[in-house]
């Protein structure tokens, strides 16, 4: 499952079980309550019942002064557990007080709220299953036109790598006739559009092997050549060691690529792309117009103007996390942006 739909279903199971829980939280409160006067009312019976003979220990007995406050036949929590008064047959100012000793009652409610606690429990996972099983059937039509929508993506990726690869064979057999600049421009086009084809064949990268010795220097030589060409006005500063990453090249190469092309992309008239190393780090600045929401930058279809599909940061942090690097975002609006690849 993508995390997207992990998300989605998260969500939806979130948005079915939290409502669902609250409700039967608030039945079994009132259940709970009501239960409590039963058991209490139960007690007041019985009570009276040993008014009439006295027989068993269950309760104890004692004679108090007769007031306007003592209620008869209701039932009271006094310090020695549940108590009721009941009237005497003298003509004297008493009232018979019948005792349920408050241990025997604690045991009583402890009891209760034990068998409650286990009801909640059974409860609570029968509303978790019956919310994962509406999000799953709630989310299927939405997993099928996703799927559909992949597959037409890979078919629209199959049809596109092939006018692009045959633009850049033909632009390569024009120029044995000739040395144009149009025909450099073609294949500077025909290698932007390779190079979006590259980025929607990982639109979904899966596991990658990490086998490869990588030069790093080499990776932006070849990208700073063909950024050169497309924006002439943009100067590139590059301070870079002889780094070498054990990685995967062809991912590494999408991740310089996107990173530089948006150096240069969203970068001022007459702007800089510095490219640095150090330690295990890359570093890539820019004197562009900024970023204004670092924290959305790798939310898949984010864009803060009409350029662009919104895909290349998403692709780039997807695939730092399967070869396990760290970027690092840092911003300013109408000042630039710094990025750092932390390679462990």
């Known amino acids: 499952m993508k995390n997207y739909e992990k998300k989605s279903l998260l969500t939806t199971i979130a948005l079915f079980f939290i409502p669902l829980l609250i409700l039967a939280s608030i039945v079994l409160y009132m259940y709970q309550v009501d239960k409590i006067k039963d058991i209490e009312q139960n007690i007041l019976y019985k009570m009276k019942d040993y008014t009439f003979d006295f027989k068993g220990d269950e309760f104890s007995l004692d004679i108090v002064q007769d007031d ?74 939405m997993k099928e036109a996703l799927r559909l929508l992949e597959d037409f993506l890979k078919d629209l990726i199959h049809d596109l790598n092939t006018p692009a690869t045959s633009i850049l064979l033909n632009s390569k057999l024009l120029r044995r006739r000739g040395d144009f600049e149009e025909i450099e421009r073609i294949e500077l086009s025909a290698k932007s559009i390779s190079s979006l084809y590259k980025n929607l064949e990982l639109i979904t990268p899966n596991e990658m092997a990490k086998s490869e010795d990588v030069s790093l220097e080499e990776l932006v030589n070849a990208k700073i050549e063909i950024l050169h060409k497309l924006y002439p006005k943009i100067k590139f500063n590059k301070n870079m060691g002889n780094l070498i990453i054990k990685s995967n090249k062809n991912a590494l190469d999408r991740i310089i690529d996107n990173l530089l092309t948006n150096a240069c992309k969203y970068n001022k008239k007459n702007g800089e792309v510095s490219i640095s190393t150090n330690n295990q780090k890359l570093i890539i600045e820019d004197t562009g ?39 690092n975002i840092t911003s300013v609006i109408d000042k630039g942006t710094k990025i750092e690849l932390s390679f462990k």
Not at 73 to 87: D, N, P, R, S, T
Not at 308 to 323: A, R, Y
């Open 68 to 141: 306007k406050q003592k209620k008869l036949f209701k039932i009271y929590h006094c310090e020695e557990g549940l108590c009721a008064y009941f009237q005497i047959p003298t003509t004297g100012p008493y009232l018979l007080k019948v005792i349920y000793d408050k241990k025997k009652y604690e045991k009583v409610y402890q009891d209760f709220l034990i068998k409650i606690f286990k009801f909640s429990i059974i409860v609570s996972f029968s509303l978790l299953f019956l919310s994962v099983g509406f999000a799953m059937y709630s989310l299927r039509p």
């Open 289 to 327: 117009i900024g970023i204004k929401d670092v924290k959305k930058v790798f939310q898949r279809y984010y864009k803060e103007n009409d350029t662009g599909l919104g895909i290349g940061m998403s692709i780039v942090k997807q695939l730092c996390d399967i070869l396990d690097i760290n970027i």
